[in-house]
């Protein structure tokens, strides 16, 4: 048995993993990261549009701040999120953009004077102040009350990603690429690493760590089509998950985004619709604003799937051979903005559909895209289940985006989530001490190596490939955007009995070491584990909140689903997961449940929450009259971070009071 030893390991080296690894290192911590992939190639460059932090620099993000970033992001949780966390995430992302500029992305920047821009399909100039100049610039989102998702073009994911790899390079941060984490080695109480198998020769190593971070990304590819990248099989999430002491929390919280390119999937930014474009049927009719007439095409991102998956079920879609779709229209905008600003979209346009985007509609329909659920963590990022296992990013249910993410959220939450949760897991490293056990250590090598056995010298019949594809269009077919109790059962049986089948797989190919079948058929098992608590948790919720849509259950209730779903695997025989409940407290919210701005409001009120705002109403009414957001925010519910994120954010319209403020002394 090879063993590593390491202070922090982390599992995953997109930005997530990155940024925790960075954290790690900083403090002096020997640090590994292992990937699948060179950590360049890691699923985070796909990200388009860019990342949500209220830095309020143009004018059409004048008076945000950490306020309304945290009340955005609550109401597209559909309250299902966890506020403290919201809380922390919203006040900590203006500082990540800073520092990742310090790092070297070009964050694209404002330009002073008058400029162009479309606003609900009309074409209108702004001003851009002369202070503004220079500063970074941001784009409307859906679900947002202000334009302060920064960007650089459409390429911001892969902007981050190579300034953070490059950060952990001159850091001298080792990546181990090629390798893949099978198990998590743990004593019930305690993780102490992984089980990794190098892809190239087959190795199994034992890697030790006091804190183990998994930021293995989202568990996408449990469906037929998705934006996420191959490697997205949710792997993570099982290996908690195959402890049957960590938890996965909300793996029902699915989310479909609008505008995935037909056939393919491959995703076109919400971007497109954030600077201005629009959404036709079969008749060229604009048919978001029937449907939404204030935020339109800006929607939450679960509104806009769904109003465009019922206008399809009208009739109104655009035949063609692989089955209804829309139309994306950014033609409006022009070439000079789709070739500087949209350029990933006019290639991806180019290359996968032979068409040009400035002049051409682009073929679109909602596709699975990102993962609100993953392994339950606490505040701090560690699990409140398994001590030393941490998890960061989109494999985290830390909890910031509930039931809906917005947004621009989820590429702010790996850095700023990284950023927080990083500072925590070289706390633990610095304070925990941890006996090493080569001989638990062996005991999950040698299950693991039991498994390959058991794979490649066994007489098997069932195919890897056959189950996963299997699997994959049972989840499209049942478990999609909509979802209702029977196609939700029959779904779980399905899956059963697939999980049943894949006890008895075969490979074709008998090598050890780089083996493609090998590697799915290691996975699939996993896969069908993490795809029935996403079935079983979906079945189990009798309501309608956020991207998880009952149609036989079309009320949020808060009255009786305010919670968070936990789910854990009971043993290794078992066919389906234990499920069980975390209550969110409606006393402890800053923003008790309320309507979301979306549809009617047919929401099931909680029974607190009347008074929770009662009591909100006495507490603000007590404190001094001039006290100030940051007085009133801290009366309300105090959150903790880490001591050299609690700084408060400046901000232009700071920046200009107070010239402002000098000015008027000096007249005096």
């Known amino acids: 048995m090879k063993l590593i030893y390491t202070d922090s390991l982390v599992v995953g080296a997109g930005l997530a993993g990155l940024r925790v690894a960075i954290a790690s290192k900083e403090r002096g911590l020997d640090t590994v990261v292992l990937s699948l992939i060179p950590a360049k190639r890691s699923h985070s460059a796909a990200a388009q549009g860019g990342m949500q932090a209220s830095l309020g620099n143009t004018v059409k993000g004048m008076g945000d701040d950490e306020d309304v970033h945290f009340q955005d992001t609550v109401k597209g949780s559909d309250w299902g999120c966890d506020q403290d966390v919201a809380r922390m995430f919203a006040h900590c992302a203006p500082k990540a953009v800073r520092e990742l500029a310090n790092w070297g992305v070009p964050w694209t920047r404002v330009t002073k004077g008058p400029r162009q821009v479309v606003v609900n399909a009309e074409k209108v100039t702004i001003e851009e102040a002369e202070q503004a100049h220079g500063l970074i610039n941001a784009r409307d989102f859906g679900g947002t009350k202000k334009w302060r998702t920064c960007y650089t073009a459409d390429g911001t994911g892969h902007s981050l990603l190579y300034a953070v790899d490059n950060k952990a390079i001159e850091m001298d941060i080792p990546v181990h690429e090629r390798v893949e984490a099978l198990a998590l080695i743990h004593d019930g109480k305690r993780c102490h690493g992984v089980v990794a198998r190098c892809m190239i020769t087959g190795e199994l190593r034992a890697y030790i760590a006091k804190s183990t971070t998994i930021a293995t990304g989202g568990y996408g590819r449990i469906y037929e089509v998705s934006t996420n ?45 954030g600077d201005g474009g629009l959404l036709r049927d079969k008749d060229g009719h604009r048919f978001m604003p029937d449907y939404e007439p204030e935020k339109k095409e800006l929607a939450s991102r679960d509104v806009v799937s769904r109003r465009m998956t019922e206008h399809m079920r009208k009739g109104k879609g655009v035949d063609s051979p692989y089955g209804p779709h829309l139309w994306l229209d950014i033609t409006l ?11 990933e979209v006019k290639e991806i346009c180019e290359n996968f559909l032979g068409i040009d985007p400035a002049k051409e509609w682009i073929p679109v329909r909602p596709t699975q895209h990102y993962s609100m659920g993953g392994i339950r963590t606490d505040k701090t990022g560690q699990s409140p289940h398994l001590k030393g296992l941490f998890s960061v990013g989109e494999a985290a249910c830390w909890d910031m985006h509930g039931f809906n993410r917005l947004g621009g959220n989820s590429l702010a939450e790996t850095v700023v989530g990284g950023m927080i949760i990083g500072k925590y897991v070289a706390d633990f490293c610095e304070k925990e001490t941890l006996e090493i056990d080569t001989g638990l250590a062996e ?30 269009r049972i989840m499209m077919d049942y478990v999609g955007i909509f979802r209702n109790g029977p196609e939700l059962q029959k779904a779980i049986d399905e899956l059963q009995a697939l999980l049943k089948r894949s006890r008895n797989l075969g490979l074709k190919c008998k090598k050890r070491h780089a083996n493609p079948e090998l ?29 998880h849509a009952r149609e036989d259950y079309p009320q949020r209730n808060d009255q009786e689903w305010l919670n968070r779903t936990l789910t854990s695997w009971p043993n290794e025989d078992a066919l389906a997961p234990s499920i069980s409940y975390e209550q969110l407290d409606v006393m402890k919210m800053e923003l008790p449940p309320g309507y979301r701005g979306y549809g009617i ?12 705002e009662q009591q909100i109403a006495e507490i603000l009414s007590q404190l001094p009259a001039d006290a100030d957001r940051h007085q009133k925010q801290q009366a309300l519910m105090p959150f903790e971070l880490p001591e050299s994120l609690v700084a408060k954010n400046e901000r232009l319209a700071d920046v200009l009071a107070q010239q402002e403020s000098q000015l008027g002394e000096q007249s005096k």
Do not use: W, Y
């Open 333 to 343: 905008l022009g070439r000079k903005h789709v070739e500087t600003n949209l350029r």
């Open 229 to 273: 990248a191959i490697i997205c099989e949710g792997v993570g999430q099982a290996l908690a998950l195959e402890t049957g002491v960590a938890k996965l929390g909300n793996m029902e919280a699915v989310q479909f985004h609008p505008t995935a390119i037909v056939p393919v999937g491959i995703l076109t930014t919400e971007g497109c619709r």
């Open 519 to 547: 590697v799915e058929a290691l996975r699939v098992t996993r896969m069908l584990k993490v795809a029935l608590t996403v079935a079983c948790g979906a079945e189990a919720r009798t309501e309608s909140r956020g991207a």
């Open 601 to 612: 409001d047919n929401a099931i009120a909680h029974p607190d929450t009347e008074r929770r």
């Open 443 to 472: 005991k999950f090598v040698a299950k693991v190596r039991a498994e390959i056995d058991g794979l490649i010298e066994g007489d098997g019949t069932e195919s890897a490939f056959e189950i996963k594809q299997q699997m994959q």
